[in-house]
Every structure is written in C-alpha cells, then in structure tokens.
C-alpha cells in the first residue's frame, strides 16, 4: 500500500495529522534560538604595540569603562599583532543598536583619558543588528 493511497482513504486523519505538525511548529516558535544579537564592535589602533601591551594599556581600560552598559550580555577583546585591538560588545535581544552604540561611544569617550597618548583616539563603535522581522 502506498502512502498517498493511505491519506486518501483517510481524509480526517490526514487534516487531523496536519493540524498537529501546525500546531506543533507554532509551538516551537518560541524555542527557537537567536540566530544574531546586536552588537557594537570599537577598533582602537595603537601603533607599534605588540598584543601583551595592547591588551594592559589599552583592553583593560576600554574594557572596565565599558562593562556595565545597559542592556550588555558580554564583552569581548583581540588584540593583533599589528597593533589593532577590537572589542566587540554583545547586547540582549531587543536592544536597538543605535542607542546600544552612542551608549558605548559614551563609555569610550570617559575612557580616553586612562589609556597612552600614542593610541589613535579613532575608537569608532560600529554597529551590527539583525535585519528586522
């Protein structure tokens, strides 16, 4: 016996069937995972710097100016070999990006005054969201 054969003879329990897997699906709506939170990345550029004295000089201070910021889940720094630290900052779902980066301009502004004078003070936060739904 054939598959289609089987719903054919069987008309209420092939809808009956098809409204479980809907219902099904709208359930599991909620528990799908995010697949991108928003995000604020700040390039900072020291030059001459190797990543040992990126990461005291100038992580650290972004970093403790930074932590706190409204909305914020993580922070994370690499610093290359080149002399480029980036710092990208993770926020919660449903935080707009916008605000999210003048927040964290903000921050990098107060911490200019704790890292070297030799820095390139051309931190720019840029922003990354997921596109709307």
């Known amino acids: 016996m054939d598959l289609s054969k089987f719903f054919m003879d069987r008309p209420i329990f ?5 409204i479980v897997i809907f219902v099904s699906g709208l359930l599991a709506i909620p528990a799908l995972p995010i697949s991108e939170y928003p995000k604020v990345v700040v390039r900072a550029v020291y030059p001459g710097a190797n990543p040992k004295v990126i990461a005291e000089t100038v992580a650290t201070p972004l970093e403790e100016q930074i932590n706190g910021v409204e909305g ?4 994370k720094s690499v610093a290359g070999s080149d002399g ?3 710092t990208t900052v993770t926020f919660r779902s449903g ?3 916008d605000d999210a980066t003048v927040r ?7 911490a200019q005054a704790r890292l070297p004078a030799m820095w390139c003070a051309r931190a720019s936060p840029s922003k990354s969201s997921p596109p709307p739904s």
């Open 14 to 18: 092939a809808a009956v069937l098809s």
């Open 72 to 75: 914020m889940m993580y922070i």
């Open 84 to 86: 480029v630290l980036v």
């Open 95 to 97: 935080i707009n990006a």
């Open 104 to 110: 964290v301009q903000n921050r990098v502004a107060q």
